[in-house]
């Protein structure tokens, strides 16, 4: 009996091409769930090295003025704006964000490599981020997996290298950047780039691309034909006569732009905390705002999610060199 959601589409319904559908949606499902994280996290696109700060900090002003009226009023109800776009074999998106926080935090949070890790850990399908000591220019071992409890070494594997392009008191620029990925994925590129605000905030902007070949853009159709039917990202579209979100690679990529978004916002908020706690705080407020976007957002429950990224925090303490 077919699961729902799982029924061949149009081409594939009849004879062995139906066999051969379901065939491909067993081999492929794990690493469409994957490259559903993939679609939001893998990779930032890169800012471009020959600009100076200065001009950059300028540009990025600019384009904080220019959002200023999406800013200050959107559905988000957060000073918040996203954009995605897809090519033929790219899928990029951005966000753009006040975040309230001094450009002090930001920069420091964020030229450190362990930091990062504590942000990225945050987000359901990373399993495990660690970065290396000894390593010019420095290494992140990052795995990827289930939206549930799994070993790490059944996880999948990402290597990037983390670059800080641009740091003084005005502007800050920084990039992880993995050529290989699962399925002939590749040219991960996560940047971040940032400006002091006035009244002790700072303006954001996170962007993030990757390519694919034809393996990942099949695993990516198993996972929106299946576990990926009916999810939706959240720029509205028009669908008929009715309003609708974007779905397909621009809503995975969207969704996992909120994530990444509420995973910054959530480490910086818990730099109040004492060092103890700050941890557990940061892992309960990701998931309570989340939560304020459950149409798209919703995998889990809070002590499932809670659990299991405790487990997994400490693993990333502890375990230096996953198998």
């Known amino acids: 009996m077919e699961r729902v959601g799982e029924t061949?589409?149009?081409?594939?319904?009849?004879?062995?091409?139906?066999?051969?559908?379901?065939?491909?949606?067993?081999?492929?499902?794990?690493?469409?769930?994957v490259l559903?994280?993939?679609?939001?996290?893998?990779?930032?696109?890169?800012?471009?090295?020959?600009?100076?700060?200065?001009?950059?900090?300028?540009?990025?002003?600019?384009?904080?003025?220019?959002?200023?009226?999406?800013?200050?009023?959107?559905?988000?109800?957060r000073p918040l704006f996203l954009e995605s776009s897809e090519g033929a074999k790219t899928v990029s998106g951005d966000a753009y964000a006040v975040l309230d926080a001094p450009f002090s935090s930001v920069s420091t949070t964020f030229k450190s490599p362990n930091r990062w890790c504590d942000v990225l850990i945050l987000h359901i399908n990373t399993k495990y981020c660690r970065a290396s000591a000894d390593t010019s220019p420095t290494k992140m071992a990052v795995r990827i997996g289930k939206k549930t409890p799994q070993p790490v070494k059944d996880a999948f594997s990402l290597e990037?290298?983390?670059?800080?392009?641009?740091?003084?008191?005005?502007?800050?620029?920084?990039?992880?950047?993995?050529?290989?990925?699962?399925?002939?994925?590749?040219?991960?590129?996560?940047?971040?780039?940032?400006?002091?605000?006035?009244?002790?905030?700072?303006?954001?902007?996170?962007?993030?691309?990757?390519?694919?070949?034809?393996?990942?853009?099949?695993?990516?159709?198993?996972?929106?034909?299946?576990?990926?039917?009916?999810?939706?990202?959240?720029?509205?579209?028009?669908?008929?006569?009715?309003?609708?979100?974007?779905?397909?690679?621009?809503?995975?990529?969207?969704?996992?732009?909120?994530?990444?978004?509420?995973?910054?916002?959530?480490?910086?908020?818990?730099?109040?905390?004492a060092p103890e706690q700050q941890s557990t705080t940061r892992l309960q407020y990701w998931f309570d705002a989340t939560e304020g976007y459950s149409r798209q957002l919703y995998e889990v429950d809070r002590k499932a999610y809670l659990s299991m990224k405790k487990d997994e925090y400490q693993r990333q303490q502890t375990l230096s060199a996953p198998n």
Not at 48 to 76: G, M
Not at 161 to 190: C, E, F, H, M, W
């Open 36 to 77: 559903a994280w993939v679609g939001a996290s893998s990779a930032l696109a890169q800012v471009p090295a020959a600009a100076s700060s200065e001009s950059s900090a300028a540009a990025l002003l600019e384009k904080h003025a220019a959002l200023a009226p999406q800013l200050a009023q959107n559905a988000y109800k």
């Open 160 to 273: 990037f290298t983390y670059r800080v392009d641009a740091s003084s008191p005005d502007y800050l620029a920084v990039q992880l950047n993995a050529d290989k990925g699962p399925l002939s994925t590749s040219n991960y590129r996560i940047a971040l780039e940032s400006v002091p605000l006035p009244a002790g905030k700072t303006f954001m902007h996170l962007r993030y691309s990757y390519s694919y070949g034809v393996a990942g853009r099949l695993a990516m159709q198993v996972y929106l034909n299946t576990l990926g039917r009916g999810k939706v990202g959240f720029t509205q579209i028009s669908q008929g006569n009715k309003a609708a979100y974007v779905g397909g690679m621009r809503g995975t990529v969207e969704r996992n732009t909120m994530r990444y978004y509420l995973a910054i916002e959530a480490y910086l908020a818990a730099l109040a905390q």
């Open 8 to 33: 061949a589409p149009a081409g594939w319904q009849t004879g062995a091409m139906k066999k051969n559908w379901h065939f491909v949606i067993e081999r492929c499902r794990p690493a469409a769930m």
